[in-house]
C-alpha cells in the first residue's frame, strides 16, 4: 500500500525553482512514484514518474532518493502557470490510484 | 487526436431525475477510469475497464451508480436516480496498455454535475 505524505501548500517565486516533496515510505522495491498536477477547473495531468533513478523531462525533474522513501518535484523555472495542486502517488494495493490531498502550488510574481 | 472527450461539460438536474455522463478516450488506448472529484473526498477512482470489461467497480459508490463501455470508443456513467450528494466533478481517463503498468493516464476535461 503505498500511500504517500504531501505538505498541503507551498509558494514559488515567479522564475525561481520549485522543489515539492513527498513522502513515500511504505512504497515497494517494484513500485514506481507518479507525479500528476491539476489546474484549476481542468483534469489531472500527468507529468512525469520514476523507479529509483533520477528523471527529467520537458516538464520536470524527479529525485527519488537512494531508499526511495521519498522523492522531490522539481519545476526549474516556475511561471504563474504553474499553479496547480501537484499530486505524488503509487500505486494502491490492487494497483489502483490514489490521489490523496497533494500540494497546493502557488506561483508568486 | 482530441484527447478524451467528456459530455457534456457541465449538467444540472433535479434530484431523482437520471443523469449520463459520457466519454470518448483517446484512441487505442485499453484502459478507461472513472473519477469523482469533490472538495471533502479529493479524487477518487469509481470504475475502470480494461477492453471494454470493466475490472474493479469497488469504487462505485452505490447501486444507483452504474457504467458501461459497449465499445472502445464510448463509455458513459449513469446515475439513477441522482440525489444532490452526487454533486461533483466527474473526470474521465483512459490510459494505453503499454502505460498501464506505469499508470500513465490522460485526463478529460470533466463533466460538473449540479443535482438541486
Known amino acids: 500500500d503505498a500511500k504517500t505524505t504531501q505538505p498541503p501548500s507551498m509558494d514559488c517565486a515567479e522564475g525561481r525553482a520549485a522543489n515539492l516533496p513527498c513522502n513515500h515510505s511504505t512504497i515497494s522495491g517494484n513500485e514506481y512514484v507518479y507525479w500528476y498536477r491539476q489546474i484549476h477547473s481542468q483534469g489531472p495531468q500527468y507529468i512525469i514518474h520514476?523507479?529509483?533513478n533520477n528523471e527529467t523531462n520537458e516538464m520536470a525533474s524527479l529525485i527519488i532518493t537512494e531508499d526511495r522513501k521519498s522523492s522531490t518535484l522539481i519545476l526549474p523555472h516556475a511561471t504563474l502557470r504553474d499553479t496547480a495542486v501537484y499530486y505524488c502517488m503509487g500505486p494502491d494495493t490492487g494497483n489502483q490510484f490514489y490521489f490523496g490531498t497533494g500540494t497546493s502550488l502557488t506561483v508568486i510574481p | 487526436d482530441a484527447g478524451v472527450i467528456q459530455s457534456p461539460r457541465h449538467e444540472v438536474t433535479e434530484m431523482g431525475q437520471e443523469v449520463t455522463l459520457r466519454c470518448k478516450p483517446i484512441s487505442g488506448h485499453d484502459y478507461l477510469f472513472w473519477y469523482r472529484q469533490t472538495m471533502m473526498r479529493g479524487l477518487e477512482l469509481l470504475i475502470y475497464?480494461?477492453?471494454?470489461?470493466?475490472?474493479?467497480d469497488s469504487g462505485m459508490p452505490e447501486d444507483r451508480f452504474s457504467a458501461k463501455m459497449p465499445n472502445a470508443s464510448f463509455s458513459t456513467l449513469k446515475i439513477q436516480p441522482s440525489e444532490p450528494r452526487d454533486s461533483a466533478v466527474y473526470f474521465c481517463?483512459?490510459?494505453?496498455?503499454?502505460?498501464?503498468?506505469?499508470?500513465?493516464?490522460?485526463f478529460g476535461a470533466g463533466t460538473r454535475l449540479s443535482v438541486l
Open positions: 481517463a483512459s490510459s494505453p496498455r503499454t502505460a498501464w503498468a506505469k499508470n500513465i493516464q490522460y
Open positions: 520514476g523507479l529509483k
Open positions: 475497464f480494461n477492453n471494454n470489461v470493466p475490472i474493479d
